[in-house]
């Protein structure tokens, strides 16, 4: 007897389209993207205006290496453009696309920010046990 495939319980409200093959694998990496403080903070920076790296760095408190880095990885993954203005290099965000999934990431973070916080999953206070005692890290 032949096993059935499993279907997608959700799909006629699931926002993936599933007529064509998902790449989950570029929604990790997006997510991966969106998942560290320092490109946040930029991005947040960036909703304001755009702004050189010097800028950049009196708005969210870095140092220069780690913003140069940071906006690197925003350019390269398409949620953020320069331009050169003489010596200086000015950097926007992609609007289009970046807004509306902070949009509703913050519509959601807002709904269950208590619920991720005890997801022992993805939680910051992750628990571990060393040598048999249950720790915090």
Known sequence: MRKKRAQCLYRNICP????????????VLLFKVLSNEVRLKLIDALEEGDKSVGELC???????????????????????????????????LNRSSVLPILRAAASHAEKFADR???????????????RGVLTSV
């Open 116 to 130: 991720m916080k005890g997801c022992e999953m993805v939680s910051e206070a992750k628990r571990i046990v060393v």
């Open 16 to 27: 993936i389209n599933h007529m064509y093959k998902v790449d989950y694998q570029s929604y």
């Open 58 to 92: 009196e708005c969210i408190g870095e140092d220069q290496t780690r913003v140069s880095h940071e906006l690197k990885c925003l350019v390269v993954c398409g949620l953020a453009d320069y331009r050169r203005d003489g010596k200086r290099i000015i950097y926007s």
